[in-house]
């Protein structure tokens, strides 16, 4: 395309994840490889809302072809944080219960965990308390992820089978771009602040100010961290 002239210049949105999910996402591993290997001539630009110091120096230095870097604000107005400790895993997960409830009745949750046994137990727990939700992870078949995405999505023409809770893993919602999502959850935490940030950033995405916009609650157990 580059030699038809018909191809000017190559963006690779949410960039980070060629570095940092690297380990762990096939599809990411070789882009660098990929892109360089194709002697490009034509401006490669790497997008992110989040990337460490380091990342952004690995992709300077390894995709992006301009040393130009722009740096936007990473404070959201519309989006109001808080850290709800309990004191046992069983309260945690009452407390994680309770809040999806809550942003339930309004408009939808992601609920995000750091493991798939979390992400199960929590999809269950949910279940259980007659909430409508969906699990995303990585041990799913392809249709089981497509099936959990559309009806978290709201494509489902059948509104009794929309999931209106999210559970799922780091994977799920890169780039999910949905209003309606009110609600961050993290039970436990994140691996990183990085990942925090792009996970939290799920909701908020209707401009609202904090007062009626969107809270991302983190879950912490304090026997855990201890």
């Not at 120096?57 to 722009?70: I, K, M, N, S, Y």
């Not at 409508?132 to 995405?149: F, N, P, Q, S």
């Not at 009794?160 to 999910?176: M, P």
């Amino acid at each position: 395309l580059a030699a038809m002239r018909v191809l000017w210049m190559i963006v690779i949105d949410e960039a980070h994840v060629i570095w940092e999910w690297r380990d762990f996402r096939r599809g990411v591993r070789n882009i660098a490889d990929l892109v360089r290997s194709r002697a490009v001539t034509v401006p490669i630009v790497g997008l992110t809302a989040t990337a460490s110091p380091a990342t952004v120096r690995r992709l300077q230095e390894t995709v992006c072809t301009w040393d130009v870097e722009v740096r936007a604000s990473t404070v959201r107005i519309s989006t109001s944080y808080r850290v709800q400790w309990t004191g046992s895993e069983a309260e945690a997960v009452a407390m994680t219960v309770r809040l999806a409830r809550s942003a339930s009745e309004c408009k939808r949750a992601i609920i995000f965990c750091m493991t798939i046994g979390d992400c199960e137990f929590i999809a269950r727990s949910l279940l259980a308390a007659k909430l409508r939700c969906m699990k995303y992870h990585g041990r799913l078949t392809a249709v089981e992820k497509e099936a959990a995405d559309t009806a978290f999505r709201g494509t489902d023409k059948d509104a009794e089978n929309r999931a209106v809770i999210g559970v799922c893993t780091a994977g799920y919602g890169l780039g999910l771009d949905i209003s309606e999502v009110k609600s961050t959850i993290h039970f436990g935490g994140a691996r990183s602040v990085s990942e925090f940030m792009q996970e939290s950033g799920r909701a908020g995405r209707s401009g609202a100010p904090c007062s009626s916009g969107a809270t991302c609650t983190v879950v912490v157990c304090e026997d855990v961290m201890n």
